[in-house]
């Protein structure tokens, strides 16, 4: 009798055993048999560990540091001389009319940023906007198919670089943390005062508010830097396809777009 009931024991042990191997194998291939019949159900399978993810890095994130010749502001004729320090003469130059007036904020309510990074990563591509945009002084922001340029918004950033062009405009080259060596970067614009423009009087304003700032004497040339300076800055986004990336700016520390604001509608002195 005795080897009887080991025998039963051994056998009831087996069947348990093979059961638990059997459920475990259809488990590890992400299915399970409901009941008796030939239905199936998805199950949910946990691991240990996430599988790695690739992460995208946006260039346009990071400091163009290539050594390209400086580009410098020139206009629909190459002999263009403005008449004094101040003047921008709109139809002597390329999109002169979109560099000096403002998106509508009827049209288009500001957008607000707390850092560059997060600005940039909404712009369009730079290659893609170059086929869409014309030289010609009268061609206006584009808005289509998501390439978009209508828009305005208000970013905080770090001042450290300006320069004034020949056709009157400053640039003012905008770091996202105050920490230059690296990191993303964008050109600001205060624009000259148009020879024509329905925004004229407000962008002659913003200008002598910045030339107030220094003294009455902005930088000249981009070098030596200053601050940088802690700023917030509104205005009009504009692609400027005169220029390639990584031109515009000190060399090493120059943005790696051709995305710009401007003109600037206001800027505001935070201090280090």
């Known amino acids: 009798?005795?080897?009887r009931v080991r025998i039963i024991l051994i056998a009831v042990v087996g069947l348990l055993l093979l059961s638990s191997d059997s459920e475990g194998f259809w488990r590890r291939r992400g299915w399970w048999r409901d009941?008796?019949?030939?239905?199936?159900?998805?199950?949910?399978?946990?691991r240990d560990t996430a599988?790695?993810?690739s992460v995208h890095r946006d260039k346009r994130l990071q400091t163009d540091k290539r050594a390209l010749?400086?580009?410098r502001e020139g206009g629909l004729a190459t002999s263009v001389?403005?008449?004094d320090g101040d003047t921008f003469t709109v139809r002597k130059h390329d999109r002169g009319q979109a560099k000096t007036s403002y998106v509508p904020i009827t049209e288009a309510p500001v957008e607000v940023f707390n850092d560059l990074g997060a600005l940039i990563v909404t712009l369009a591509d730079d290659e893609e906007m170059k086929s869409r945009i014309q030289k010609k002084w009268d061609f206006d922001r584009i808005n289509e198919n998501g390439y978009n340029e209508r828009r305005n918004v208000r970013v905080t950033a770090y001042l450290f670089a300006v320069q004034k062009?020949?056709?009157?405009d400053f640039h003012c080259i905008l770091d996202d943390d105050g920490s230059l060596e690296d990191g993303a970067k964008m050109n600001a614009e205060i624009s000259g005062i148009p020879t024509e423009s329905p925004d004229r009087d407000q962008i002659a304003q913003v200008r002598q508010d910045f030339k107030n700032y220094?003294?009455?004497n902005p930088p000249q040339t981009y070098k030596p830097f200053f601050g940088p300076v802690r700023v917030v800055i509104e205005g009009s986004l504009f692609f400027d396809v005169d220029h390639a990336s990584g031109t515009v700016g000190p060399q090493g520390y120059r943005p790696a777009s051709a995305w710009e604001i401007h003109p600037i509608r206001s800027i505001q002195f935070l201090g280090n």
């Open 69 to 71: 010749p400086e580009f």
């Open 35 to 46: 009941g008796g019949d030939c239905a199936a159900r998805p199950v949910t399978i946990y």
């Open 1 to 3: 009798m005795k080897f």
């Open 51 to 53: 599988p790695p993810v």
């Open 81 to 83: 001389v403005e008449p």
């Open 214 to 216: 220094f003294n009455g």
């Open 165 to 168: 062009e020949s056709d009157n």
